[in-house]
Each structure stands twice: as structure tokens, then as C-alpha cells.
């Protein structure tokens, strides 16, 4: 299998970009030319493919997937790689993502078992594995660079810590983070691993993190990657459960069902996307923003508008507080027939020019719907109480505000001959302070988190300084 990037002119191979393989891209974060990486053609699953691969455990099923995007890895060991991925012990049950029957046609898939408590663990747990493998391969050092403002941080942690030719410096705005996020973070001991506490908010970690990326010179002698969610890997690990799912939901694989996903970056859903072009037989797939609503007015208008930093909310589902979508590309590629020069056009000149582009007028854009199955819709904090407080009373079920907005959207688009599948995205007990002000009590907490603020805490903290970041970087480098 082959990569190309999303504004490489066509033929493919020909343009400014060549065709990668699988390794080649799997350290590296955007296409030289800008683009994100995508698979030259989407591998076709058939219906007896399907029900052959229906009843496999879920290791063995993200090994099927995976075998047919990565062929630079012997089966053998990308075998091994999901066996030691995807365990009962680090997900918590069998079946990695169970899925929940909520009654009225509507299924919850639990995405949110792992280390961290949020779907990020599900692909950055396996981000983990394979870049210890391809490092060690390769006799080669990296240093992953982040900013978090919470989910991405302690998951990219929790899937690097202890793992051979790695090393992770996480940023993260003092003081900002809730005393549980910051628990999980900063009580890791491991010497791989170093949170830098900044003093300013999250856009000056991101600042920073460019700041370090931009310089090429620094960039190249020390190795400085990240593990953002455009990494194809990541969106390719994803594609697995919505199979899982699929299985769990249906008894013959000539049945449909829908997906509504909670979405901020447009990773998690893009992946929906993949599955289905691969032949996975999926009705819609339900775009879930809340009030930062960039790809809710694209889907509803065809005018995609990047905000301003002012137009920016802070909201009661922060994990999708964005103002741009940065996995968007991927699927507008698609959309546009795979016309990378257009590509080009609107993410490289219209957007950094004017900030948004206006499909509306193209027929393309009407085939997101019928063609490409995806419907959207908010919700808001008021709406996102009220979906918590409902989901309680109704299923005895608490359920975190991310999740609630997939709920609430689900249901807008509920057709009652499909089973409608939502994706859990984290556990409520990351977000507490919602949960008590729609509920007026505490999420439980699962033993094994009891006290975690009071454990030792390993942070080093700056000021929000380029240099200083570096000088830290340069000096465990050593
Ligand atoms: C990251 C995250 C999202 C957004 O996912 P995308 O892949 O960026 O669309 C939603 N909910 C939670 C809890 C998250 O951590």
C-alpha cells in the first residue's frame, strides 16, 4: 500500500510528492507540500469478508485491518504488536469496546476503558507499539513535542511511557487542567516521559510547540516529532471498532447501522469515513459539535469557516473546543474526487487568505449526504445538561458532556429501521464538575483512581519561553 498526500497534483507519484510507504509515514506529521497522508485507494471488503471476520477477538480483527494498509512490517510481528496492544488488562474487558444496548435502536460503543480514560487510548496505545518498533528498527531517537490541554497529553504519555527510543515532552497550561487530568499526567515516574507545566494558557503551549517545529535546524538535531491527530496511523487504528462495532450491533453482514461521533478535528469520524469506503455497510454517519461548530455549518451550508481565536468557545466539552478541523482535509479530498490541485487551493490559499471556502455551489458537495452518508448537528451546554440528566433518569446511565452531544444529535437523526451506534468518547468521571451541575452528584470513581491527587508529581515548571523549552529538551537529550 501507498500514501499519498492530499494536495499532490495527479497522476499520483508524479507531483511534488512521491508515494510513500506505511513506516515512511508513520513518524512524520503533514506532507512536505502541506497535505495529509492518504492511502492511494481504500482496500475493498467483501460481505463473506466480513462474516469471516465477525466472530475474531479484537486483536485479531485490528491485525486483518491494519495487514491491509501496512506492508512494511511482517505479518508476524504487526500480529504481535495488536496482541500486545489490545489486552483485557489495559481495556478492561474482552471484547476491548463493548458495545451497550440503550433500547430504542440506539447502541452506546464503550471507546473509553483504556489508561486514560477517553478513545484517544484506543489508537495512541498502538501509535505506541509501532513507534517503539520502527525506532528500534531504525537504531534512531525521537522526541515527541505536545501541547494538551488535557485528553491528547495523557493519552500520547500513557501509550509512549517506558517505551524504547522514545521520549515525550508534553506542555501544558499551569493550573489549568482539572486536578484529576493533572494527577494523571504529572504522577508518572517514568524517566521517558516529562510534563513542562507553562505558565499561560493552552495557545501558548501551542505557540511554543510551533515555535520548536518551525525551527528546522533544531527540528532535524533533535529529532523533534509529534503524535498528533492527523498521524495516519492514529485515524487507521480507529477504523478498527467502528468493525467491532458494526459486528456487535448486527447478526448478518448485509445489515446496516448508523454511527453518530462526537467530533472536534474530524479524526475520530474520518475514520467512520474510511470504514465505510471500504465497504463497511454504514447508513450515516452523524456529525456531534457543540457550540464551536465549524463542521456543523459545513455539512448544513457547504461554507467551511475557519474562527479567530475570539470566536473560539470555551465550553463544557472541551475536548472539542476548536477552531479549526484538521483531519477535515482528508475528506474534502475524497468529496472533490480526489483532485489534489483543487485541494491545494481552498487548504493552502483560500483558507490562509480569506478563512473559509463555499462549496455549496458545487454538486460534489450534495453527495456528502447521499454519497457519503454524513448528516450533522449541536448541541449546546444547556442541551448537553439536559442530555445527561436524561440519559441518567431514563438508562440509570451517566454519561460524560462529549458523549452527551453525540447522544443528543443521535437522536435527531434516528431512523427506526437502523440501529444507531454513538460513540462513548470518555468516561464522565474525567469531567466531574459537569456531571455534578447536571446532576447534583459525583461521577463514581473506579478503585484503582481512589487518591491519585495525592501521588508524588514529576512537573518541571516554565515560563512561556521558546528557549527555555528548549534548553530542557537539549539537556535530556544528553
Ligand atoms: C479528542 C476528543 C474528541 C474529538 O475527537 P476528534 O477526533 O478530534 O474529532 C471528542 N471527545 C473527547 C472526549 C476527546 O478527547
Redesign the pocket.
Known sequence: MNYLSTRASRPSGTGSVPLKRFCEILLEGLAPDGGLYLPESYPQVSAQQLEAWRQLPYADLAFEILSLYIDDIPAPDLRDICRATYTEALFGSPQIAPLKSLGAGMYLLGLSNGPTL???DMAMQLLGHLFEYELVRRGEQLNILGATSG??GSAAEYAMRGKQGVRVFMTSPHGRMSPFQQAQMFSLQDANIHNLAIEGVFDDCQDIVKAVSNDLEFKRAYKIGTVN?INWARLVAQVVYYFAGYFQATRTSTERVSFA?????????CAGHVARMMGLPIERLVVATNENDVLDEFFRTGVYRVRGSTDTFETS?P??D?STAS?FERFVFDLLGRDGARVQQLFGVDLPQKGCFDLSADPRFQEAQRRYGFVSGKSTHAQRLHTIRQTYEQWGLMV?P?TADGLKVAREHLDPQVPMIVLE??LPMKFASTIVEALGCSPDRPAAFEGIEALPKRVRLMSADVEQVKQFIVEQCK
Do not use: E, L, Q, Y
Open positions: 477517553a478513545f484517544k485528553d491528547t491527530s461521533v462526537p467530533s472536534g478535528n474530524f479524526g475520530n469520524v466539552s475536548s472539542r476548536i483531519n460524560d462529549h468518547t470518555a
